[in-house]
């Protein structure tokens, strides 16, 4: 057998197992993307049904609450696995956390009041009482009153999305969580936010909001 058939032959066996490995990669793709949705499904599923009795059990102590954080951002479209309950709870209720039966949940934060495990179904609760500042404690935004903040899903109540974005600017920009700024670019482009959402803002949470959005606009046009 000559050279050039050899050649032949070993760039047409190639060829097909490039193909094979073509076909593979597509078929773990495929039933990754597949996996990864049943598992969110299933995260969502627990994350709802944890959230439906911690609001039950804050609305039978009479505590005023908003859900935040990324139970939040999951409601408003980016959909993440997160693994806490944030809440921020009005400090004029701060004594009622006390008086929950540690059957329902337990503080767990030594008696600071900060963070819970919700026994049925398990879940951690983050606690963030209203007046307190956001980021670095001292340059943040201060949370308000969570009547003032949120509006009701599903009977529940949530932060409003231009809240969320306020507060994740704030921590993102205080606080170092630069995870938060993925977050709120995500956000925009999901709920298609224009530059100017965030005119009614903090001026330095609004410049940040306002660079955040061009830069999506420049990758877009790149």
């Known amino acids: 057998m000559g050279i050039a058939v050899v050649m032949v032959v ?3 066996q190639c060829t097909v197992l490039d193909v094979k490995i073509k076909e593979m990669r597509n078929m773990f793709n495929r039933y990754k993307k597949k996996f990864n949705s049943v598992y969110m499904e299933s995260f969502k599923d627990e994350l709802n049904k944890a959230i439906q009795s911690l609001a039950s059990i804050l609305k039978s102590n009479n505590i005023s609450f908003s ?5 939040a951002r999951n409601k408003y479209g980016y959909e993440k696995i997160t693994d806490d309950i944030d809440i921020v709870v009005s400090k004029s209720d701060k ?6 039966s540690i059957g329902y949940m337990r503080d767990i934060s030594s008696g600071r ?9 398990k879940a951690k609760v983050e606690v963030i009482f209203s007046d307190e500042i956001s980021g670095d404690g001292i340059h943040g935004l201060k949370y308000e009153e969570p009547n003032k903040i949120s509006k009701n899903i599903d009977g529940i109540p949530y932060i409003t999305l231009k809240n969320l974005i306020m507060y994740k600017l704030s921590s993102g920009m205080y606080g170092n969580r630069y995870k938060d700024f993925d977050d709120i670019q995500q956000l925009i482009l999901i709920n298609k936010l224009k530059r100017d ?6 001026e330095d949470l609004r410049e940040k909001y306002v660079q955040l ?6 990758i877009k046009s790149l």
Do not use: C, M, W
Request: aromatic content about 12%; charged content about 30%.
């Open 95 to 100: 004594s009622k956390l006390k008086d929950i």
């Open 10 to 12: 070993v760039v047409q």
């Open 67 to 71: 859900i935040i954080g990324g139970a």
């Open 197 to 202: 959402y965030a005119d009614s803002f903090r």
């Open 113 to 121: 009041l900060k963070v819970f495990t919700l026994h049925e179904p």
């Open 213 to 218: 959005f061009d830069e999506i606009k420049n």
